[in-house]
C-alpha cells in the first residue's frame, strides 16, 4: 500500500469514526495516525522494559494480550517486535481503527477481537503476558475483583496493571483515606473509592461514541486499595515484582504494577 492509498484510506476510517484520540502508531515513514510520529514510543519502552526484565524468554517467542486495548497501540508495538499479539476492545469504533492500522502494516502476527474485559472470550486462550493498561480503574465493584482473578488465570506468567488505585502504599495516599469504603465479595472484604464514570441521563449510544476514555456501561467505578490488588494477585499465584512510577510523564499518581507467577514448587 502506497503512502496515498494509506492516507486516503485513514481519512475514511476517521470519516466514519472520528480520529484517533490516544494512539499514535507509525503506519509508514512520516505516516502516523495522529501525525505526532514516535512521542508514545515511550509507553511501548516502559512496558518492553518489565517484559525483558521479569520473563525469560525472548519477546519474539512471547503470547501478549491488551486488554481493554482502545486503538491498539500495545497490541502492534509488540506485534512489530515479533511477539504474537491479542488486543480485546469493546468499541467498535476503537477497534476499527486498531484493525485499519494492523492491515496497513501487514502484521499476521497481531489480532483483534471485540469483547468485554468483563468476560474475555475463551476461544482467545491463555498468555505469557497480559497487559492491563488504564481499564482496572474503570471497572465497578465486584467485576474489577473477578477480573483480576480472570488475568490470573489467563496468564502463564506475568501480568502488568498500569492504573489509578485509592490507596497507593508505596508513595502513601493520593485521595483522601476518608473517602475509602469497604466493599464484600464471596466473604471476603476490599477497600476502594467509587468514581462517577457517567452522569445518569447519559444513553447508552454516548457511552459508546461519545465518552470513548470512560466504561462502557457502569456509571460508577470502583479504584480498589493497591494493597487489596496486590492480595488478589499473591492468592492467585503470583508476587509483585515491580511497582513504579513512568519518569518524565504525565501519569505521575498511575503506577505500573508488575506481577510474575509464583512456580508451583514455591507457591
Known sequence: MDKDEILNQMAAVVEQNGPWTAHDILLAEGISTMGKGLHQQWRVDWLRNFIEENSAISIKLLRILDLACLEGLFAIEFARLGAETVGIEIRDLHLAKAEFARRVLGFENCQFHRGDVRNIPDH?????????????????????????????????????????????????????????????????????????EHAEHVTPEQKAKVHVWASIDNNVSVWLDERDVVRIMDESGFRLVANKLPSGSSTQDRPTLVFKRVPQTQA
Open 124 to 196: 482467545v486462550g491463555e498468555f505469557d503476558v497480559i497487559i492491563c493498561a488504564g481499564i482496572l480503574y474503570h471497572l465497578d465493584f465486584p467485576d474489577c475483583v473477578r477480573f483480576l482473578k480472570e488475568m490470573a488465570a489467563r496468564s502463564r506468567d506475568l501480568v502488568i496493571i498500569d492504573s489509578h488505585f485509592a490507596y497507593d502504599h508505596i508513595r502513601e495516599s493520593v485521595l483522601p483515606l476518608s473517602d475509602m469504603r469497604t466493599y464484600e465479595y464471596e466473604g471476603q472484604q476490599y477497600r476502594g473509592r467509587q468514581i462517577i
